[in-house]
């Protein structure tokens, strides 16, 4: 009864749901105490001990936060194996944080991360997915390179982007290298603007190099000084490079 009166009313609520075996409840105390909350403080033998009871339970969930929890002890492949269990029994999120693992060392498969997020994409429909998906696509990582598939992932996400400014401008950037790889490059460099004015100040960078292909130096140096002055590191050389030939 001492360790009750320690506790709030919501924990103990959710002690005595867990342990009359509510996955809901182990799940939410796993992640209290892997977190911290204004009540519970973070404790991670707790909250790893709650964690393994919904596991016993074949909570989905719990097979997912597991797979992650590996992933932080460098045990790659039982990570995998957990996560994809995960996938299969219903909890649809691992679909990016198996992206997300496979898109950088140690363990970088492009294929696999063209996968994974595809998946992720179809399943969320969220705009910041159907963008990583596209960009695959236009750029030629783990897949072969279509513009035209990567352009209805980047349309659809247009859509759902809604009022996202980030990532309306990112799809205006990646409109803006479609045109630029089909040879509009009025087009390119109106979409690259969207998105600058949005503040995806990269894009300056890509500007600048249309302006700078079509003799147009006093532009080209403008938008590399724009980039630069915004800590883009690829505007930096190429401003430097281009004031020494002035």
Known sequence: MSLFKKMTE?????????????ADAMIQLFLDYAHGTNDIKANEQIA?????????AGDARAMGYKGILLHKQKKYQKAVELLNDAYEAGFKDVAFTLYMYYSEKPMLDETKATHWIEI??????????QIKAGNRYLLGKGVDKDLS????WID???INAKADKNDKA???GSYGYIHQENGESQKAKECYLEAIKMGRFEYSFLLAGIFEKEGNLEKALEYYQYGADHDVSACKPELKRLKKMG
Do not use: I, P
Not at 10 to 22: I, M, N, P, T, V
Not at 120 to 129: I, K, L, R, V
Not at 149 to 152: A, E, I, N, S
């Open 149 to 152: 598939k990567g352009k209805q």
């Open 10 to 22: 919501r924990e103990k609520g959710l002690r005595e749901k867990a342990e009359s075996g509510d």
């Open 120 to 129: 992720s994409a179809n399943d969320t429909q969220t705009a910041s997915s």
């Open 156 to 158: 659809k996400a247009f």
């Open 48 to 56: 790893v001990r709650w964690l393994n009871m919904a596991l016993e």
């Open 170 to 172: 990112e799809c205006y």
